[in-house]
């Protein structure tokens, strides 16, 4: 034996580094205002692998969460509303990072969500309901051959213009007209996850159109405030517990004869601003804008420094009908109505039967609104749906067993070999071979024709 095996067979301690799942892909934008949201960043990942991001969703990042579900099929919770959370200072996103970090073996990713706000800021009214970008950015990056992606700054709520080219951020793809929320199925930075358009191409009329009714200049504020929150997050970490409600009380002293004339200046209600003061309550980021604009101050001084008689203070007023816009719109449901509709599609014997979820968007309202408040009849609804789809999948299964069976016979009768791609172009629209039922009838009908399936065949070798 050599020398150099000798050597080898000696019993050596070797500590191998430890290995991740998914590519430790560098965030971008890190320390700075556009770093990139963590939704951008799993998305990125599982582009980075030639997956479409449901892979790495339902199979990975999904089946460590405690509360979120998802199937190997594409299903997950985070296709949802979740998705939203992810960027948040929620439970939601901290989890998100816990579980990427340990997929990627990279550290800090809470730097790519608002969890650094956590305890500073209310959750409530934080992000976008659906994806939001800046054309012009997205070109400049195709252009210089920069990575494309999705800053956290286009997720917050208050954000809707872009602070480097002043125009209105968009949620609608310019070729389809759908919106679709930070984390899809399908999703590829910079391109629509519906159609696979780029985003970047938008009308210029388009992005000269209004920001959504609010001034322009006050629009500018909030995105250049909430671009240097996001790039001094470092502050908050080092700041005093109660920076915004000692600020608050300071301001109020200053200028407010009473409570409810210094609430009609910051256009809140008395009962919120004393619950601020009194550290009863967290501010929401518009609040903390709003009050920044009034005042002449920067956001980051009210939740992490402190205010004194040298502060320059220098704002400017605002209309009602600015904040009005701001502010999450609170819809009063007339309760007899919706529950005479609830009974009257209870009674009807519509084919098929309508689930809760429809019958929420047909009276415009949300499915847990009628579940909540209406338990008795929506329950009924449920069961009459699930019912109905019960059976019908036992008659979809039954229908797909029959076809292949037949189309299996009709390729044998012609002393050709069925084999799966002749079996395909043969079946009916929405059957596959990942049907367990499917394959089981094909191969059935192999021996009953006297054909091998494959199994038989790998055995046999």
């Known amino acids: 034996m050599s020398k150099t095996l000798e050597i080898w067979d000696e019993a050596i301690n070797v500590e191998f580094p430890p290995r991740s799942r998914y590519h430790a892909l560098v965030p971008v934008g890190l320390g700075t205002g556009m770093v990139e949201s963590l939704t951008s960043h799993i998305t990125r990942v599982a582009r980075s692998h030639f997956l479409p991001p449901w892979v790495l969703v339902t199979r990975d990042l999904a089946t460590h969460f405690q509360t979120v579900k998802g199937t190997c099929n594409g299903h997950c919770d985070l296709f949802a509303n979740s998705a939203v959370s992810l960027n948040g200072e929620c439970e939601t996103a901290r989890e998100g990072v816990r579980i990427m970090e340990s997929l990627t073996l990279r550290r800090g990713l809470d730097e790519l969500t608002m969890t650094a706000l956590s305890g500073i800021i209310s959750p409530a009214a ?6 939001h970008w800046c054309p012009q950015c997205l070109n400049e990056w195709r252009k210089h051959g920069s990575v494309v992606y999705a800053p956290l700054l286009w ?3 208050a954000v809707v213009m872009c602070p480097h080219h002043l125009c209105a951020l968009q949620y609608h793809c310019p070729h389809c ?4 929320l930070p984390l ?3 999703g590829n930075p910079g391109h629509c996850p519906w159609c696979q358009t780029w985003l970047g191409a938008m009308p210029a009329k388009q992005l000269n159109e209004p920001h959504r009714g609010l001034d322009p200049l006050f629009a500018q504020f909030m995105a250049k405030q909430v671009l240097d929150l996001i790039a001094d997050r470092s502050r908050f970490a080092a700041s005093v517990a109660g920076s915004f409600a000692a600020n608050a009380a300071w301001l109020f002293e200053r200028f407010g004869g009473s409570l409810s004339g210094f609430a009609r200046e910051l256009h809140h209600h008395p009962k919120s601003v004393r619950f601020w003061i009194d550290k009863r309550q967290l501010p929401r980021v518009y609040a903390v804008l709003v009050v920044a604009y009034r005042y002449g101050v920067k956001a980051v001084d009210l939740l992490s420094g402190s205010l004194h008689a040298s502060s320059q203070l220098d704002g400017q007023t605002l209309s009602t009908e600015t ?8 819809h009063r449901h007339n309760q007899e109505f919706l529950r005479l509709r609830l009974e009257e599609a209870l009674k009807r014997q519509t084919y098929p039967p309508q689930s809760v979820a429809s019958l929420a968007r047909e009276l415009g309202c949300h499915c847990s609104y009628l579940q909540r408040k209406f338990p008795d009849v929506t329950s009924q609804i449920s069961h009459r749906f699930r019912q109905y789809w019960s059976i019908s999948k036992q008659q979809r299964l039954f229908f797909a067993e029959l076809i ?8 044998a009768a012609r002393g050709e070999y069925p084999s799966i791609s002749k079996v395909k172009r043969t079946l009916l629209k929405g059957m596959s071979f990942r049907m367990p039922i499917v394959k089981e009838a094909w191969r059935e009908t192999l021996r009953e024709w006297g054909f091998r399936s494959p199994s038989i065949r790998r055995d046999n070798a």
């Open 184 to 186: 899809a199925r399908h």
């Open 323 to 330: 904040t009005a816009k701001l502010k999450p719109r609170l």
């Open 126 to 131: 934080l992000l976008h309901l659906h994806e």
């Open 155 to 157: 997720q917050i709520r």
């Open 177 to 180: 007209g759908r919106s679709h």
């Open 404 to 411: 292949t069976k037949s189309r299996t016979s009709e390729i």
